[in-house]
């Protein structure tokens, strides 16, 4: 589909006139009114086939009396992300829940309530996502621009009540937040009868922040800086996105060479991650020796970061409009080097593991997440290209991969093994297209590029992350200072596959399953 | 077995680092030999943080820095734990289980931080939903700065928090 058959179609089937449509680079933003935000939400989702991708509101109430809501989709086919764009005035904050019809945009609507106190009305869920009652007293919405915080918080004497599952020996089992390994907070509720989990409750936020406030008011350079903080493990991609949505909001053209590091930079990223997390699906079911391997390839792929950018998980390495990894043909080698000590290992690793039949008993079939529901649930990136979805930010908005052989990677089952054996082809891919494109580097011309000027608009950057799309949406004010950012990781829909992809498992099986994800706590909590 | 160390060996790139390496390591190793008797077991606690330091405090215990060789372990419960390693800014929700973690450990105990967020927020300064440090809600007696601290850092910091540890 082309967009112009897009736009066609959209117009006939809502009656909408022209002008309701705004578009800006890959972005296509649709005013709509109360009355009709649901239906055209309804109508995008379909004819898309996309999840709602994010979806935030930002609060204008100073300037326009209004608080403004966004719902994006991805146009795969049309390449382009499309927003519904809705005012809704200060003295009545209803506005027609969509979650009741798309699923995957639940969540998005518990956070818009919680944040800026609009009530989404006939969700069937309204629940505080974050804010947990236990500390947070009612009333307080944090992304209001005249918020103010509480006086006294903790001790509300409020608290959250799990999901029962009753039934004869039927026993529930409480895990975190503080769990048993080193990893990030949350608490996983299981009901179990005998053996099978019947029912998995996920409670996260426990490493919520405020990020989103803390964004406002900082200038670009600095927020910058921070955006790497979002997500530890996937410090790069978040600051990646983030400098590609000041780009996109204040117009600033990027250098190839630029480009190419970024990409080189991604890749990286998700080598490092992919390598460790099929050392840790190794480990979780005590499988240590391949384990331990794992850990010296990842090891000698932070210190390579070290080494181009003075830093092991590549922070500092991103600007506006700049990002140079790959220095020198020195660098370059060192680079290379290292890659194809790091292939040899990984091939040992693959071969190690698939030849163990107790290792593939365990992870085969075990924790399957079905397409269907992946689907509704809006599960991106590796979750879902490893149940048999199409989704890669790298193929819908190719950029500099075109020059690389690229290829999308996808399971069809669901299961952990699948997983396992998307990571791997992943791996293949990313160290052949971080080949490909060192060689394009061009170390000739001294390609200094001045410091961007910032100017007021707004922007939004994806990014194919290892884990899924990393999704930010800045609007910056006039002085160059960041008004409203809204950050979406992959984590943030996707810890639902997880209770999902548990169902008839056992709990000693729980850590591969969850690992075989390793969704980013601190990326959802934001 | 013999295998993996021959893997490990030629994997390994040697450098300053890990030459420096064994001569803390032994240093740490003797001086936990004289004050906790063979080991000491550390719990971590992750009270908010994005995650990079629990990545570096993993990589102390692959077998390129091997921390367990020089007496440090990583438990799954308090109730094993001579102290507790915290990373994090303290997020409200987290606020109460940092506090009771504290409280599961049998005494005597301590406290070390690790990350620039668990020393007051860092970058998370200010933001209405942190309680800003560990040392706001447990004592603590040892702070390992970096964002996040490098696996060489922690076990250098961890040798100087056990060297100036008082008898209680």
Known sequence: MKYLEFKIAVLERTGLDERAFRESGSEIYIA?????????????????????????????????????????????????????????????????????????????????????????????????????????????????????KPEKTNNTGKYYVFDRIEGEGVFEVPVGPVHAGIIGPGHFRFSVAGEPIINLELRLGFAHRGAEKLFEGKSAKEAQIFSECISGDAAFAHSLAFSLAVEQAAGIDVKENVKINRAIGLELE???????????????????????????????????????????????????????????????????????????????????????????????????????TAEDFGVTGLAGRASGLELDLRRVFPGIYEKTSFEIIRGDKGDVLSRLNVRFNELAVALRVITELSGQINFSGKEDSPEAIIISGTGLGAVEGWRGPIIYWVKIGKEGKIERCKIVDASFNNWQALSCCVHGNIIPDFPVCNKSFDFSYSGGDL | MNNIINIANARIQKGIVTENLDLIGSKLKTEIQKKFARSLFLREVDTGSCGACESEIISAINPVYDLQ????????????????????????????????????????????????????????????????????????????????????????????????????
């Open chain 1, 32 to 148: 709509a009114n109360l009355e009709n935000f649901h239906g055209i939400c309804l109508l995008l989702h379909s004819i898309l086939s996309s999840p709602v991708m994010l979806y935030f509101a930002e609060d204008n109430v100073k300037t326009s009396g209004v608080y403004t809501l966004r719902c994006g989709f991805l146009g795969k086919k049309i390449q382009r992300w499309v927003f519904v764009v809705v005012d809704i005035p200060k003295d009545n904050l209803n506005f027609p829940a969509i979650s009741k019809d798309i699923v995957s945009a639940q969540l998005f609507e518990r956070e818009i309530k919680e944040m800026f106190g609009l009530i989404p009305a006939g969700s069937p869920d309204v629940r505080r996502l974050r804010l947990h009652d236990e500390v947070w007293p009612d009333g307080y919405f944090p992304l209001r621009k005249e918020f103010v």
């Open chain 1, 270 to 372: 998700r080598i490092y991650n992919h390598i460790n997390d099929i050392g840790g699906m190794a480990i979780d079911v005590a499988f240590s020796y391949s384990s331990t391997l794992a850990s010296i390839v990842k090891e000698n792929i932070l210190r390579l970061n070290e080494k181009l950018s003075k830093h092991r998980y590549l922070k500092g390495s991103n600007g506006v409009g700049q990002c140079a990894l790959i220095k020198d043909k020195e660098s370059r080698v060192c680079l290379l080097e290292v890659l194809s000590g790091a292939k040899t290992d990984i091939d040992l690793l693959k071969n190690i593991l698939f030849s163990s039949v107790s290792f593939m008993d365990k992870v085969d079939t075990t924790g399957t997440l079905h397409r269907k």
């Open chain 2, 69 to 168: 060789r020089f007496g440090v372990d990583f438990v799954a419960s308090p109730r094993h734990a001579d102290a507790l390693l915290v990373t994090g800014p303290v997020s409200l929700n987290m606020s109460l289980a940092l506090k009771r973690t504290y409280e599961a450990m049998p005494s005597p105990k301590f406290v070390i931080t690790a990350g620039d967020c668990a020393l007051d927020g860092g970058p998370f300064k200010g933001s209405y939903y942190i309680e800003g440090g560990v040392s706001k809600i447990i004592p603590v007696v040892f702070h390992i700065p970096g964002c996040p601290p490098k696996p060489i850092d922690l076990v250098l910091a961890l040798l100087l928090a056990v060297k100036n540890l008082k008898r209680s």
